[in-house]
């Protein structure tokens, strides 16, 4: 079974920075795409970022230049480093992996979700 851990969310100030990381376990053959979505209530979940195992990225036009996203294949992990945080982007956090099972079948995994609040 694969899993993916989220860690490293919580309180921040406006102007603040937060590092989220994101561990993937478990029976996976290629780790492909992986990246970052969020959330508000009452909105659907909209991409902040993703990486290739490549190293291609792609950043949603109201974090960039503020947020960067990276990975260490080896590790299998993605970190989404948030910096000059602001109010709206509050949210909870979703990782999301992209890979080949071990039958190598293309499945998608989401994590569990992490908390990010930023105060004005």
């Known amino acids: 079974q694969v899993q993916l851990v989220e860690s490293g969310g919580g309180l921040a100030r406006a102007g603040g920075s937060l590092r989220l990381s994101c561990v993937a376990s478990?029976?996976?053959?290629?780790?492909?795409?992986m990246g970052w979505y969020r959330q508000v209530p009452g909105a659907e979940r909209e991409l902040v970022a993703t990486?290739?195992?490549?190293?291609?990225?792609v950043l949603s036009d109201y974090v960039n230049g503020r947020f960067t996203i990276s990975r260490d294949n080896a590790k299998r992990t993605v970190f989404l480093q948030m910096n000059s945080l602001k109010p709206e982007d509050t949210a909870v956090y979703y990782c999301?992996?992209?890979?080949?099972?071990?039958?190598?079948?293309?499945?998608?995994?989401w994590g569990q979700g992490i908390q990010v609040t930023v105060s004005s």
């Open positions: 990486i290739t195992r490549n190293g291609d990225i």
């Open positions: 999301n992996a992209d890979y080949l099972s071990d039958l190598m079948s293309p499945e998608v995994k």
């Open positions: 478990g029976s996976i053959s290629v780790l492909r795409a």
